[in-house]
């Protein structure tokens, strides 16, 4: 695949996304073993996703490789073990104060990791948590249409919407009336009664 149109997946998100999360895991782990350059460009790749880092945790960990990633990964990396397991994260808060380095990481998480969500309560944990992040610290109002569409997105899976609403509506934006409110006409009927509860 060409490296030089953005759309394009990386490649370990095609081996994710075609062939599952325990393949794409095992093709790290093997380049790791074989390759650390390789196995490490794989990661750095600009075109990766957050859910694919995410599942890849594991085996990053597994090997001496965290300190070859870039810094996208790597604060990504710390954020997830700062939402997760707060009493072990490191010494640095990522999600309390403002830091330069860390608000389009946060972004990054969002607009790559709400795209396709994983099913695990943790998963969605971290991107509510990013999305509090980022409307109360980094007040970042262009980040609103998409958190609307993740929470209509996730009331059709009859997903945990209780947070990102309350972060929402935190923002006192006029904007999020407005974005609610575009799918009150919609032919999806638990598109359009949750609008008419939000309103």
């Not at 953005?6 to 998100?13: K, T």
């Not at 389009?104 to 969500?117: A, C, D, F, N, R």
């Not at 109360?136 to 945990?160: A, G, M, Q, T």
Request: charge should be negative.
């Amino acid at each position: 695949m060409n490296a030089d149109y953005p759309n394009d997946d990386s490649y370990l998100d095609r081996i994710r996304i075609n062939e599952g999360a325990e393949q794409c895991k095992s093709d790290l782990t093997a380049a790791l073993r074989m390759d650390t350059r390789r196995a490490v460009a794989l990661l750095n790749d600009r075109r990766l996703t957050f859910p694919c880092l995410y599942l890849l945790r594991e085996p990053i960990a597994q090997h001496p490789v965290q300190r070859y990633l870039n810094t996208r990964n790597l604060i990504a990396l710390r954020v997830i073990d700062q939402i997760l397991d707060p009493k072990a994260s490191s010494e640095t808060d990522y999600l309390s104060s403002r830091r330069d380095e860390v608000h389009p990481v946060l972004k990054w998480i969002l607009e790559t990791g709400s795209v396709e969500e994983l099913p695990e309560d943790e998963y969605e944990e971290v991107l509510d948590v990013t999305v509090s992040v980022l409307i109360n610290i980094y007040k970042d109002s262009s980040i609103l249409p998409l958190v609307v569409d993740l929470i209509f997105r996730r009331n059709r899976d009859e997903s945990h919407i209780h947070d990102l609403v309350w972060a929402l509506f935190r923002f006192h934006d006029p904007q999020v009336l407005r974005l609610i409110a575009q799918r009150l006409p919609s032919s999806n009927a638990k598109d359009a009664e949750l609008a008419a509860e939000l309103l």
